[in-house]
């Protein structure tokens, strides 16, 4: 595993606060990797295990599921007594994702962090269920500036 701690300590300035911290970026860049290198940084805080919660929604384990059924799933992991952390890898293969995340935020005492590919991320839905509610991280692997340029340019 790289360190990345640029990113790292970049995404964790927003720990705690009411803000969505969407990961985003090409397949393999490092996305999950962060994600838990994240949850590493929060048990090194003192965060008790059981409310730091993680899902990877590009599991067969979810291929079917719903919108409703992934808020249910969700909900039910939810810690009682403190804030729960939810990592939701790939999270873009749930179709509804979006509302699902901003009635968490919105319900509940939760830090959320979500991955998921570029093309499938930046949808006009996240617009309109999360506007002002999250901040976004545009990843690459490693790379040179050059390269993300010339990345930048061909994908537009």
Not at 45 to 72: H, L, W
Not at 119 to 140: D, H
């Amino acid at each position: 595993m790289i360190d990345r701690p640029l990113y790292v300590d970049k995404i964790m300035a927003y720990t705690d606060t009411p803000f969505v911290k969407i990961l985003t970026g090409i397949r393999r860049c490092g996305k999950s990797t962060i994600l838990k290198m994240i949850m590493e940084r929060l048990r090194d805080c003192g965060i008790p295990e059981n409310r730091i919660v993680s899902y990877r929604f590009d599991s067969m384990e979810y291929e079917d599921m719903t919108a409703k059924q992934m808020y249910t799933e969700l909900k039910g992991k939810l810690c009682q007594n403190g804030r729960t952390y939810f990592f939701l890898d790939e999270v873009q293969e749930i179709q509804g994702w979006e509302k699902v995340v901003n009635s968490l935020q919105s319900d509940f005492d939760v830090d959320l962090y979500v991955t998921g590919s570029n093309s499938r991320m930046m949808s006009s839905e996240i617009s309109t269920y999360l506007t002002g509610r999250y901040v976004a991280f545009p990843f690459f692997p490693g790379v040179s500036n050059f390269q993300r340029a010339v990345y930048h340019c061909w994908r537009t």
